[in-house]
């Protein structure tokens, strides 16, 4: 068989698979979520010599264009991290930072402070909760 036909005919199985998946066997959760068009605009603050996120919870909407303007009420550095959103950025002393995402899945995550701050870094946490 010419190795062209071979190619061709293996093309045709990788795209038939993947449509296959697709449609069949792909669990709900896994693939992106429609984006909604909402902007949803949080105003959140880490707060100063108390190692802590206000507020310590956010609600949001999946699909949602979420824009969090974080001021660091600190002298010294601190880091927002979402594992799951590919999110960690600095968070300079005294200033506001925007971190702009699309809450591309459901679910409830934590987020952290990324940048090692002091005695209370480790309990610098919060949690993201995106309904669907
Ligand atoms: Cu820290």
Request: aromatic share 14%; hydrophobic share 40%.
């Amino acid at each position: 068989m010419n190795k062209f036909v071979k190619l061709l005919l293996f093309a045709i199985f990788l795209i038939a698979s993947g449509v296959v998946y697709q449609n069949y066997y792909r669990p709900p959760g896994v693939g992106p979520v429609k984006a909604s068009g909402n902007v949803v605009e949080i105003e959140m603050r880490a707060k100063e010599n108390k190692w802590k996120w206000e507020p310590e919870e956010i609600r949001i909407k999946a699909g949602d264009l979420v824009r969090l303007h974080i001021f660091n009420e600190d002298n010294y550095d601190h880091g927002f991290a979402v594992e799951a959103f590919g999110i960690n950025k600095r968070l300079f002393p005294r200033r506001e930072t925007l971190i702009e995402f699309i809450a591309s899945r459901a679910g409830s995550f934590s987020f952290y402070c990324s940048v090692p701050c002091g005695q209370g870094h480790y309990e610098q946490i919060g949690t993201l909760f995106v309904e669907e």
